[in-house]
């Protein structure tokens, strides 16, 4: 089997595969990416673990802080507790609330709606709006816009002065 197939089947049955908790298996959140295929989960009671992704996963799917992973236990490891067996998305967490197999410390908030309250609509509604030109100054910065990629940070002017000084 071609690596591009492999690929394929793998993101296939991760996006549109059937869920189903079974024994040994629980749902956790991920709270950060350690590297090296490692991630920092919180379990249903509010435990933080490190969780380890199969090499099945790895280069084929993409796991980022919020998501949440259906794992197993594995006993062996003292500081790697559990094995990812399955990343969850908004259908499938769906079918999980409708089977009453989620979690309730989890069922606090709502998955399927953005964490930070940036909706797309809201950020287009916001590069939409015009500009305020003002005709006093060719160069005033005031035509322009907020770059909103980047942090503010302070900006300091030289004066005349503090040059000619030098």
């Given at each position: 089997m071609?690596?591009?197939?492999?690929?394929?089947?793998?993101?296939?049955?991760?996006?549109?595969?059937?869920?189903?908790l079974?024994?040994?298996?629980?749902?956790?959140?991920?709270?950060?990416?350690k590297?090296?295929?490692?991630?920092?989960?919180?379990?249903?009671?509010?435990?933080?673990?490190?969780?380890?992704?199969?090499?099945?996963?790895?280069?084929?799917?993409?796991?980022?802080?919020?998501?949440?992973?259906?794992?197993?236990?594995?006993?062996?490891?003292?500081?790697?507790?559990?094995?990812?067996?399955?990343?969850?998305?908004?259908?499938?967490?769906?079918?999980?609330?409708?089977?009453?197999?989620?979690?309730?410390?989890?069922?606090?908030?709502?998955?399927?709606?953005?964490?930070?309250?940036?909706?797309?609509?809201?950020?287009?509604?916001?590069?939409?709006?015009?500009?305020?030109?003002?005709?006093?100054s060719?160069?005033?910065?005031?035509?322009?816009?907020?770059?909103?990629?980047?942090?503010?940070?302070?900006?300091?002017?030289?004066?005349?002065?503090?040059?000619?000084?030098?």
């Open positions: 071609s690596e591009a197939t492999k690929r394929k089947i793998v993101t296939q049955e991760v996006v549109h595969g059937n869920v189903a079974q024994k040994g298996q629980y749902i956790v959140k991920v709270v950060e990416s590297g090296n295929n490692l991630f920092s989960v919180e379990e249903e009671t509010s435990h933080v673990t490190l969780c380890s992704m199969p090499p099945k996963f790895r280069k084929n799917v993409w796991i980022k802080r919020g998501d949440f992973l259906i794992v197993e236990s594995i006993k062996e490891g003292k500081k790697v507790t559990c094995e990812m067996v399955h990343i969850l998305y908004p259908p499938q967490i769906q079918d999980l609330k409708s089977d009453h197999l989620w979690p309730a410390r989890f069922d606090e908030n709502d998955v399927t709606k953005p964490s930070d309250g940036v909706t797309k609509k809201s950020f287009t509604e916001y590069r939409s709006t015009k500009p305020v030109v003002s005709d006093d060719e160069d005033s910065d005031d035509s322009l816009e907020e770059n909103v990629n980047q942090r503010n940070r302070p900006v300091v002017y030289l004066s005349e002065t503090d040059s000619e000084s030098d």
